[in-house]
């Protein structure tokens, strides 16, 4: 009943800006928090950011500094606005929620979004 539509990924140089976006859309009650996670090629998908409907934010330490997490309750939206890029940096980027209260269930449920390649290359 979720779909996360993700938009904004690309090629950057290093130092270079991204900024991504997660639109979720279909019912829900409550989708509470939302994040980004990423995988690159060999390694295993990792934590980016979270960050919950009253703005309480998580984020990975190897993206402390750089990124940062926002969102938009009334649109449903979260950002990551990513600066500082490193070729590290470079992998599929996923929106995520671990809890989206949807019709018919008061349990929480997780939902993924495509992913969005992101590759920091000069």
């Known amino acids: 009943q ?13 130092g270079g800006s991204l900024r991504l976006s997660c639109a ?4 829900f009650f409550s989708i509470n928090p939302m ?3 990423r995988q690159a090629p060999g390694n295993q998908r990792e934590l980016v950011a979270t960050i919950t409907s009253g703005a309480s934010t998580n984020y990975g330490d190897s993206v402390k ?10 649109k449903n939206t979260v950002y990551l606005q990513m600066n500082d890029l490193k070729p590290e940096d470079t992998a599929v980027y996923y929106c995520n929620t671990n ?6 269930s008061a349990r929480c449920k997780v939902y993924w979004g495509q992913g969005t390649q992101v590759t920091v290359s000069s």
């Open 35 to 37: 994040g980004w996670y």
């Open 2 to 14: 979720v779909q996360l539509v993700e938009s904004g990924g690309g090629l950057v140089q290093p």
């Open 99 to 104: 809890c989206a209260i949807v019709p018919g």
């Open 24 to 27: 979720a859309s279909g019912r």
């Open 65 to 74: 500094g750089r990124f940062t997490i926002s969102r938009d309750n009334a």
